[in-house]
């Protein structure tokens, strides 16, 4: 993969190359599919870029959307990384900036709330299917979207000819709802999330529900399943196994009363189709394993509507290893890693009727060992076994982000991608279901690393992503 600088060099030459009768040309087809679109005639206030020297010409729509009535505002920078849109009445109000931008005058223009702003035009170099864009490498706009109200819609403005598949994309990026050419609106991938928390359900959850739903729909999401954790009888680390499996929850343990999480998620699923969201929400569960409870889920958990229920293992030997991992890291990654997959493959054959495999390679998350990665090679004949079961039984496998970007934002460590040759080899024995996961905890972390995640997978051959609805598979198209 090319690294940002090279791509957005490259793309600044294009750019540069097309001449300026077909950017002037584009810029007003451009416009002219904007204007034509019900974002622009639903718009109350527009916060738009002035185009300048290469980039797609605005001056057209800032007078036409001044003439329609609406509320203008651009963009004026503040500090280093840092822009405020301003209210402008007219074109003559603008002056160039330190930066050789036009931009409002503070002393003049009125500043505009961000939670007022219906419809953001983003300049973009490139962008990919995801929705994703590469401009000049200072982050204003990045900073700017998370303050917008769910409401708004994010469009990037783009030439012809200026997808870059191949872009990177950092965990802090945005991504934007929308992206316009001069032959109209390109379809971008279904936001999808099969497995997050909240603080009202999950104790190592860092963000609440309506603080996950708001993030949900200001980044568009289609679908977000929540899959908050049921690990009975994990008490402070340590399994005490004491009552049955849908007994309400001792002090401290790890499970809530199932009937008030499913009576909670129907209300505020009813709430968001109230409000005619494009999100809706989906009822999951995220089963911790443990052998001896095996029986227990199988008869309780389905009396509950769940839309998915995600089969996971936090704990080994009674310890929830993410808290007393010596029992189990002790051994070596060899053996560590070799016995986490036994119980995977224990899981899957326990007769528990679960959806989706979750984080398979969770364990790699808490070793310590210098290289913590998990590979094919290494434990060939249990990955072979545990993808067969997966096939057979038509259990989806999860491809979960967050063993990478939690290590990324903690401690500024990237591991890169779980080893491809896991995806490559359960694709070549059949395997088709992937999901796409993030499994966030905090603010900020939904879609994180999944456009780079999804690309790696399409090369290996996945064209489908998957999510569950009343416990049946959904497809979706991988872009």
Known sequence: MQNKEKIRNDLIKERFDIGPEQRLKQSAKIIENLIDSDFYKK???????????????????????????????????????????????????????????MSPDPEKATLADPQDI???????????????????????????????????????????????????????????????????FVKLMDRVETHCHCTEFSPDCKRSFSDLIEEAEQKNFKIITLTDHYDKDIIAGKSYPGTKVGALPREGEWIFDLGEYVDFCFKERAKLAAKNSDTELLIGLEVGYQDYLANGYIEVLPQYPF????????????????????SLYKQGKQKAYDEYLKALIEMTESGLDFDMLGHFDYVIRYSGFEDPKMYYRDHKELFDYLFKLLIEKGICLEVNTRTRYRQIISDGVDWGMTDPEIFQRYYDLGGRMISFATDAHSTGELHCLISETVRALKKIGFKKGTYFKQRKPVFYDLL
Request: hydrophobic share 40%; net charge negative; glycine share 10%.
């Open 307 to 326: 839309d998915l229920i995600i089969g996971s293992i936090h704990t080994m030997y009674r310890d929830d290893f993410a808290v007393y991992g010596d």
């Open 43 to 101: 718009s109350e206030l527009i916060f738009t870029f002035y185009g300048m020297k290469e980039e797609i010409n605005t001056e057209i729509l800032i007078k036409q959307a001044l003439l329609d009535k609406k509320q203008v505002a651009l963009p004026l920078v503040t500090g280093k990384g840092i822009m405020a849109a301003y209210l402008i009445n007219d074109l003559s109000e603008l002056k160039e900036d330190k930066y050789g931008i």
């Open 118 to 184: 219906d419809l953001v035009l983003v300049p973009l170099l490139g962008y990919n299917f995801h929705g994703y864009r590469i401009g000049y490498g200072e982050g204003y706009y990045d900073r700017y979207l998370s303050k917008l109200s769910s409401k708004c819609i994010k469009m990037g403005l783009a030439f012809r000819g200026f997808l870059a598949e191949d872009l990177p994309v950092d965990y802090f990026d945005y991504p934007l709802d929308k992206i316009l050419t001069p032959d109209g």
